[in-house]
């Protein structure tokens, strides 16, 4: 609650910024640009007209993914299908720093393996719909079992933020998590929070900003496969995937799915799906929405 | 890491497109333009980076995925989780564990335990409800005499001065404004009390552990344990307990936990409970004794409706849903601490004023439908003693009576209104004086309760108490419900099902109930 009383409406600023895209037509990506894909994202349900970025919501169940999900959006929230699936999804709004951010919440997974239809639609809402940030939520009390998914979100993109909550019950428990040595670790933002108090909330807001608009850059660490036989395949592999894509940025992630064999990524190439996933297009796609 | 080896291992094999890449031979990579070239040779290989196509990485996937070796998923998984262990091993430090008591692990030994798991069930629910129905006596009781004696009298003297026609009057305060206040006098105490304390058994972790409790039985009747779930949800709304099926994945045990969630006993139906318990079996006992004994009533009348959903699923999984029950893991999330502002801000917010607000939007086009039907004459007689006597022989054959049917024919929109909606029609057609002056004191105990006068005025017995604790925990979802199952299973069929079979099985019980009742009560 404290969180949302912070939020400011300064709409106007945010409107620039994209004009400022559109007009100079320039594909590479700016700054502050948005990076995520508009036009991906229609598909997947979300429709970014009103919204300058997407943040995704990821994380294991029972993290407290929804408890941060309400306090960032309060009443500005619905809940509806995913397109084609069962599976619900919640989706809402805020307004910080000016931005209009729109959340949608992930389905609870432990993995991005996409061996279950949960998987599957947060692997590819991350990989397809490109969101301009990615928090994952992860339990501090049982660190190791969460970094598993927060590793595979980290071979997908950069832009991520890990919000390291229950951090009271890990106290209980007798844990200290040192969140910035995992910061320094992940090479990405690591805010450590205690959702049902609303604590730290504020500073998980700042670094999704700050991710969204492009003031802090993630260096994400990338699991190391310790095989020469692996390395060889996928550097190989890597090398066509960029010859054919290009832009793609995770060329690696997409080369290692392909030698496990990963059926929707097979599809995506064969579809020419994967050479949508470029940088810039965020702008890009972008039409004023319809007055209504 | 260990344990994630064992199963992964599996994986290839259930993967489709494995099998796949293994039945190739390595064979050298074809490209298009006619040229071949060799694996080995990655200078070539960026010479023709501009000629590679899709079609040549999927190929060229294919024999290097057989290069790497059947266990490749595993390995990956394997490095995965070596790394995530290693930096997690960097970022946490434990304190001494000594002792090593896990609270936690000790709590959940007790609660789940095939010993003491049923008992500590029950005794929570038991609990729950005392506390609701000492509770809830004082505040009904100030609000019904603030509602209802001081205030309506008022409102009827300002209608005299303002000249309202008597018609007006009628509609407006005897009718909407009446049941509205009765609702509100009825329902906000005690769901202002349940619901804060059921918010937090649900926020303490306890839930789950129920589901955890209840999920062997589940699976003998051949429902899925996640019913469990549902049901729970159910005790809340029962809409939104059809909605949470959703976490069912097959068809058939969705179905099940669809038809049977109306036996979970809901938000509106739970005063309903609450007061007749109360009233009629509450009154039984000496004084000290009657909130206990209310409660316990409460309690029986609960668990016999997750009785009827395992009767009923294991009937409906033997016979027109046939099948085995499938597996799943349910996590069991650790113990946090209740927020207790949080909680009874949330609900008091989400549920009891959402409810309430429900209760009053349905209630107030009720009382005036009610005062309407009421005092609408056709042929000497209002339109509700029509209604009243044509239902009233099957009323009294189930053990209730006319007032009652029409009541719940009224009250389809939501259950919430079943109770105002008696005492307004029992009020109306009995034509008892001194309506305005008391008549919602609901929770009062003493014999001389106004409530009690006008249940007598209209012929009550505990019969008729009972059974309608019994028919308002077996009839047919509030329309709401029954829109939700349609939306859900987009079946006319199976929702026309959910809606007449507990119907039906309302009628049974208390048909059976009144007649062995009235069979002692001649032998004795």
């Known amino acids: ?292 | 890491m260990v344990m994630a080896c064992g199963w992964r291992s599996l994986l290839p094999l259930l993967d489709p497109s494995f099998g796949v890449g293994r039945g190739l031979r390595h064979q050298p990579i074809p490209v298009q333009n006619g040229r071949l070239h060799n694996l080995d040779d990655e200078e070539r290989m960026d010479m023709t980076d501009k000629e590679v196509s899709k079609e040549d990485i999927i190929e060229e996937a294919r024999s290097l995925r057989w290069e790497v070796g059947g266990d490749f998923h595993e390995k990956i998984v394997e490095s995965i989780y070596a790394d995530a262990a290693r930096i997690a091993d960097r970022a946490v430090t434990r304190e001494d564990e000594q002792g090593g008591f896990d609270f936690d692990r000790f709590i959940d030994q007790v609660v789940t335990s095939k010993v003491w798991g049923f008992p500590i069930m029950l005794l929570m629910l038991t609990l729950v409800f005392w506390l609701t129905i000492s509770g809830a006596n004082v505040p009904s009781r100030l609000l019904s005499s603030l509602l209802l004696d001081t205030v309506h009298p008022l409102l009827k003297q300002a209608s005299d001065m303002v000249g309202l026609p008597g018609w007006l009057d009628g509609v407006l305060i005897d009718g909407g404004y009446l049941a509205t206040a009765w609702v509100i006098s009825v329902m906000l105490p005690p769901m202002a009390i349940f619901f804060p304390l059921f918010t937090l058994l649900e926020d303490f972790g306890y839930l789950p552990r129920v589901a955890f409790n209840l999920d062997n039985l589940f699976r003998k009747a051949g429902a899925h344990g996640k019913q469990a779930l549902s049901m729970t949800m159910g005790f809340g709304c029962n809409a939104a307990g059809v909605v949470s099926t959703r976490i069912i994945d097959s068809p058939r045990e969705r179905l099940i936990a669809i038809i049977t969630n109306n036996f979970a006993l809901c938000n509106g139906r739970w005063p309903t409970q609450i007061l007749i318990a109360t009233l009629f079996v509450g009154s039984l006992v000496p004084g000290y004794l009657a909130g206990l004994i209310s409660a316990l009533a409460v309690v029986g009348i609960a668990l016999l409706g997750v009785l009827l959903t395992f009767a009923v699923s294991w009937a409906l999984s033997h016979s027109v849903l046939k099948g085995e029950p499938s597996t799943f893991s349910l996590e069991l999330p650790p113990y946090r601490p209740p927020r207790v502002l949080q909680t009874l801000y949330t609900s008091l917010i989400d549920r009891t004023l959402i409810v309430l607000w429900r209760a009053v939007v349905f209630a107030l086009p009720a009382g005036i439908v009610i005062w309407v039907i009421a005092n609408l004459n056709v042929a000497g007689t209002s339109i509700a003693e029509h209604l009243i006597q044509f239902l009233n022989p099957l009323g009294v054959l189930i053990g209730l009576n006319g007032v009652i049917l029409v009541a719940y024919i009224v009250a389809i929109p939501a259950n919430e209104i079943v109770i105002p909606t008696v005492l307004m029609l029992t009020v109306m057609t009995t034509g008892l004086s001194g309506v305005g002056e008391g008549a919602g004191v609901m929770f009062e105990l003493e014999s001389a309760s106004k409530t009690m006068e006008i249940f007598r005025a209209g012929g009550w017995t505990l019969l008729t108490g009972v059974n309608l604790m019994l028919f308002s925990l077996i009839h047919n979802p509030c329309s709401t419900t029954i829109y939700t199952i349609y939306k859900e299973t987009r079946s006319a069929k199976w929702t026309a099902v959910a809606a007449l079979l507990p119907l039906g099985m309302g009628f049974v019980v208390t048909l059976l109930v009144a007649q062995i009742w009235r069979l002692v009560r001649g032998l004795l």
Not at chain 1, 71 to 91: D, S, Y
Not at chain 1, 158 to 164: A, G, K, M, S
Not at chain 1, 250 to 271: M, P, S, Y
Request: aromatic share 6%; hydrophobic share 40%; charged share 25%.
């Open chain 1, 1 to 292: 609650m404290e969180a949302k009383e912070k939020i400011m409406n300064q709409g106007k600023e945010s409107r620039e910024v994209k004009d400022r895209g559109q007009d100079s037509g320039i594909p590479a990506p700016c700054e502050t640009c948005p990076v995520h894909h508009a036009a991906n994202l229609k598909k997947l349900g979300v429709d970014m007209a009103d919204w300058d970025f997407v943040v995704a919501l990821a994380g294991n169940p029972n993290t407290g993914k929804s408890t941060v999900f309400n306090a960032l959006t309060g009443l500005r929230q619905h809940t509806g299908n995913w397109p084609g699936k069962t599976v619900t999804r919640a989706e809402g709004g805020m307004e910080y720093g000016g931005y209009r951010f729109k959340l949608v919440d992930l389905p609870g997974t432990y993995s991005l393996l996409a061996t279950s239809l949960d998987e599957e639609i947060a692997r590819d809402f991350i990989l397809f719909g490109r969101p301009d940030v990615t928090v994952v939520m992860v339990d501090a009390t049982r660190l190791e079992r969460n970094l598993n998914l927060v590793l595979q979100v980290l071979e997908i993109t950069n832009r991520v933020v890990v919000c390291l909550n229950l951090m009271d019950e890990a106290e209980r428990h007798g844990l200290t998590v040192d969140h910035r040595r995992l910061a320094r670790d992940l090479g990405v933002p690591v805010v450590p929070t205690v959702a049902r108090y609303d604590k730290g909330l504020d500073d998980l807001l700042d670094a999704i900003h700050d991710v969204a608009t492009g003031q802090a850059v993630g260096k994400p660490y990338h699991v190391q496969y310790d095989q020469p036989q692996v390395d060889r395949a996928v550097s190989r592999l890597e090398q066509r995937v960029q010859a054919v894509f290009p832009d793609v940025p995770n060329a690696k992630w997409v080369a290692l799915r392909l030698l496990d064999g990963d059926e929707r990524i097979i599809e995506a190439i064969e579809e020419g799906e994967l050479g949508d996933l470029q940088y810039g297009d965020g702008m890009r796609v972008e039409e004023p929405a319809p007055a209504s």
